[in-house]
């Protein structure tokens, strides 16, 4: 067991290291990383001064070295829109993001089981067909289509919910680094259309991957054999089918959050909501390359991170795995 | 005296996108308290058909179209769900073919056991654990309270059958359905599980219905013998009668091909040809291409299962009764 | 040939295809699709791109048939004057160009290195799937948006605008190739064992020509059917990183590009900027999942109906 944490651990530092590379290749070929620094009126001799103090002109992997070990601190360098430092920035938008994720996993969760389930039970009721069907036409909208037309019924011509912003927030820990929309009233108004968009573009996904993945193990001969002992039916499906279904569900689940992060981005835009993909966008725009890259490096360890978890959390619940180490 | 189980006049059909095919037609048998009967045939005669049948669980689109099935008095073949339920893993138990695929996976051993007991009893866990303890004791695994807690994937294949044996003894039942009971396991292994399910069998008193093509396992533990041939019965008896003067040439060229039945020196028979798949039964007795007695009749009408001698059915026209 | 063409005509494909009436529905709308998005030069009131038609002052006029709609206008115009029909059809063109392109580019790269991992086997199969692995792991659409934003800064706006179709195909195409590389690998790998293989062997034929003259071909159904959930993604991806204005410029609009510069007006109003050119892309991405669903289910045997 121990064996199989410590392998997949290393092969996550790899990626790293690999990402970092990239993300830091980006940054000293493009863009001029004394600009956040100084601004525009500035000297050729002051700006050589800067360079050499910077350490610009020593080798590449000399640079790539120092990137890594400020990385590993916590300095990503210093952002060109917001002139304070990039993990300053991510650090107070994330927490943004971080709320509409949960969220919209709360509504994946708790819708896509259930449905998922009831249409792998009974796969030609009429409700099944129309879920069915709902969840074929949920994957052909794009995600900030549904956005745009939740907002459109019920900001624009209901009036029910607010149609962009994360409305009031509370500082949670007093020092501006985190401002939850989660306990007040308004901000979970706010909460609720961004959620359900991000959702909405899993939601058909989760669903269809429940229902064809409990409709397998229903056919297996080890169910077959629950029913010949006599088990209930509700034991042998949300029990045995249950957690047989689970184990692939959660491995895709963990793979998917890497696309979640890149939904919202573009569920970000359409609410105007401050999260990190917000952000990113906006360092794309005005050309913040640091920013651009801190959000990069960032990113892409969450994302090594929980597939590493999943990785981990997958193989101590599935006990075939344990042993041999691999899938 | 009324039969453990009767099975009359049963057919079971498949229905399928462009019509029905029957895979069994006119099964009828009888079972004692105690008594050890064997369903014999190849792969595909409708054997595993006939012991799912028995406990209404046959695959769909598969369906009982006729006929009844008579269990301890009571007729479970019109059953609901929920009483099936209650006798199924009860009174009547079941031991598939590949215990690997068998048990789940994905939990131990001691919850795959002790679910069994709780679905049928009311019992505390601690009381199932101690129940399932002993029954694996019964089987002959050593040190039980650690099989409780491993997993199906840490037991060897032979270990993993006796589990399942285990499991079947779990509630006391009268009949046990042994299907394919040792086909997955190495040959050193077989005669073990054999020899232990017969014992059990006797000691118990319990009934067994063992589904098999092995025809050598069967001559040992049983007493009765049914042989099916294309989804129909076409001899049926005493075992070692049937064994040592088989009447049906299906049953004669079987008992021909086996090694352990032969004596030394013989050749070795084959039946030529290969069992008909149900699509495409030929018409009048459903064995004659394959034949050697074949004449006119036995192309044009099906022969009937009718009595030749005391105790002894057989469907073959050419077989002479009394 | 003729026994070819008759031998599909009395397969189960062809059956299967007419009793189910909504493939055969998605079928004709996919059809009708390719050739609005074919014919649009021709049909089109007028060409969007021509800033010579464009007047501004012809700006946010609502579909014909509002009251302050104009006939010449039958879906009303954008925020910069443009008729909105032809705008949606040379957006369909512009998309469907550059999801079939990308499409391809990915099958070809994912079938080439596919074929040789599962084939080769090895070392090879090795590097190649690790390589996969790690790209699969990123989700491709950030990667599309970054590789987006670094090419729009390199290059600038301008130069950007002349590539912008070419690039979108190469970046869509380069993301997703580990798809097809993994699915055409799995298949090759059943295939490898079987006994045409060694009949093939033993002939003499070489190692490409087994892969491709023969093993290829049975690995062609499960190609089919990602091929349509490709084509939908790639659409939809060209669609998102327009909206994100990564994408098509706004000069030469895609759908993607339309539905964004519509999201400010539908406040005030002019929803027809955004809604019509949405609900066009729904449809089109909706036809081509229902066919592929349609497929998947005809295509594998496994699957009971009975």
């Not at chain 2, 654990?129 to 294949?157: C, F, M, N, T, W």
Request: aromatic share 8%.
């Amino acid at each position: 067991m121990f064996a199989f944490i410590l392998r997949r651990a290393l092969q996550a530092v790899l990626v790293m290291l690999v990402i970092g590379l990239i993300g830091f290749s980006i940054q000293s070929n493009i863009g001029d990383p004394i600009r956040p620094l100084v601004g525009e009126r500035v000297t050729p001799e002051e700006r050589a001064e800067m360079a050499e103090k910077l350490g610009l002109n020593d080798p590449f992997l000399v640079q790539y070295g120092r990137f890594i070990k400020n990385a590993a601190q916590g300095d990503l360098g210093i952002s060109f829109i917001y002139k304070k430092p990039c993990t300053e920035v991510i650090l107070k938008h994330a927490p943004a993001t971080l709320e509409l994720v949960f969220g919209a996993a709360l509504i994946i969760v708790f819708v896509s089981l259930p449905l998922g389930i009831y249409t792998a039970l009974k796969p030609r009721t009429i409700l099944s067909k129309c879920i069915m069907g709902f969840s074929t036409l949920g994957v052909s909208i794009p995600v900030f289509l549904t956005g745009i037309m939740l907002i459109y019924i019920f900001a624009v011509t209901l009036g029910w919910l607010p149609s962009y912003g994360r409305g009031e927030t509370v500082d949670l820990f007093g020092n501006g680094y985190w401002n939850s929309g989660m306990l007040t009233i308004d901000g979970i108004k706010h909460l609720i259309l961004p959620c359900l968009s991000l959702a909405s573009i899993m939601l058909p996904l989760y669903i269809r991957l429940i229902r064809s993945e409990m409709m397998e193990v229903l056919e297996t001969e080890y169910i077959k054999y629950s029913w010949a002992k006599g088990l209930s039916p509700m034991r042998i499906w949300l029990v045995h089918a249950f957690k047989n279904t689970l184990l692939p569900v959660i491995t895709v689940f963990g793979l998917q959050i890497g696309i979640m992060f890149a939904f919202t981005i573009l569920t970000e835009t359409v609410f105007q909501w401050q999260g990190m993909g917000f952000m990113f966008l906006e360092a794309v725009q005005r050309a913040d390359i640091a920013l651009l890259n801190a959000y990069l490096v960032v990113v892409a360890t969450v994302f090594v991170m929980v597939n590493t978890l999943v990785d981990i959390f997958y193989g101590l619940i599935n006990p075939t795995v344990r042993i041999t180490g691999t899938k | 005296m009324a039969h453990l189980l009767e099975i009359h006049d049963l057919d079971v059909q498949f229905a399928l996108r462009n019509g029905s095919i029957t895979a069994l037609k006119d099964i009828n048998l009888t079972l004692e308290k105690g008594e050890k009967l064997g369903l014999v045939g190849e792969s595909g005669a409708g054997k595993s058909v006939t012991g799912f049948a028995i406990i209404n669980l046959i695959s769909k689109p598969g369906y009982i179209s006729k006929g009844r099935i008579t269990f301890d008095g009571e007729e479970i073949s019109a059953l609901s769900d929920e009483k099936m339920r209650r006798i199924r893993g009860d009174k009547i138990t079941m031991i598939f073919q590949d215990p690997m695929m068998t048990l789940n996976p994905v939990f131990k051993i001691g919850t795959q056991m002790i679910e069994t007991l709780q679905a049928h009893r009311k019992i505390s866990k601690s009381d199932a654990r101690k129940i399932a303890l002993d029954k694996l004791r019964k089987v002959q695994i050593p040190s039980p309270e650690q099989r409780l807690q491993q997993y199906p994937h840490e037991l060897s294949g032979g270990m993993r059958q006796r589990i399942i044996i285990a499991i079947a003894l779990l509630t006391d039942p009268s009949l046990i359905i042994a299907d394919e009971p040792t086909t997955a396991l190495d040959v050193t292994i077989q005669a073990e599980i054999m020899d232990l399910l017969q014992e059990l069998c006797e000691s118990d008193n319990m009934s067994l219905i063992l589904i098999t093509h092995d025809l050598a396992v069967v001559s040992q533990v049983t007493e009765k013998i049914v042989v099916m041939y294309a989804g129909k019965i076409i001899e049926s008896g005493l075992t070692h009668e049937v064994i040592a003067n088989p009447q049906h040439p299906y049953t004669t060229g079987l008992i021909k091909s086996i090694p352990g039945i032969i004596k030394p020196g013989e050749k070795l028979e084959q039946i030529p040809g290969m069992m008909p798949t149900l699509t495409k039964i030929p018409p009048g007795c459903a064995f004659n291409p394959r034949c050697n007695l074949r004449e006119d009749i036995c192309v044009k009408v099906t022969p009937e299962l009718e009595e030749k001698a005391a105790g002894r059915l057989v469907a073959c026209h050419m077989v002479k009764g009394k | 040939m003729k026994q070819s063409l008759r031998k599909f005509k009395e397969s189960y494909f062809l059956y299967s295809f007419k009793r189910d009436k909504v493939a055969m529905a998605s079928f004709v709308a996919l059809v009708f699709f390719l050739l609005l998005a074919l014919t649009a030069p021709l049909i089109s009131p007028m060409n969007p791109y021509d800033a010579n038609n464009i007047d501004i002052m012809n700006s946010e006029i609502p579909p014909a048939w509002n009251d302050m709609g104009m006939d010449e206008f039958p879906l009303g115009t954008d925020n910069m004057g443009r008729d909105m029909l032809s705008t949606m059809l040379y957006g369909l063109r512009t998309s469907i160009i550059i999801g079939l392109g990308a499409v391809s580019l990915q099958a070809t790269i994912g079938i080439l290195m596919g074929l040789s991992a599962g084939y080769l086997g090895g070392r090879m199969d090795a590097l190649l799937m690790r390589i996969a692995d790690i790209q699969f792991s990123f989700p491709y659409l950030m990667v599309a948006i970054l590789i987006s934003a670094i090419f729009q800064l390199t290059f600038g706006i301008g130069r950007y605008e002349e590539l912008a179709v070419p690039l979108l195909i190469v970046i869509i195409g380069f993301a997703e190739w580990p798809m097809y590389a993994r699915t055409i690998r799995a298949s090759v790998m059943g295939e490898k064992r079987k006994e045409y293989v060694e009949a093939a062997k033993v002939i003499g034929l070489s190692r490409p020509v087994i892969m491709i003259r023969h093993v290829l071909p049975n690995s062609l159904t499960s190609l089919l059917v990602i091929s349509t959930i490709q084509v939908a993604n790639a659409v939809m991806s060209e669609a998102a990183l327009s909206f994100l204005g990564l994408g098509m410029p706004t000069t030469k609009p895609s759908l993607g590009s339309l539905i964004r510069s519509g999201f400010d007006y539908i406040f005030s109003g002019s929803w027809w900027i955004t809604i019509f050119p949405g609900i066009l892309l729904i449809l089109f991405v909706l036809v081509i999942n229902l066919l592929g669903d349609w497929l998947r289910d005809v295509l594998n045997p496994k699957l009971y109906k009975g």
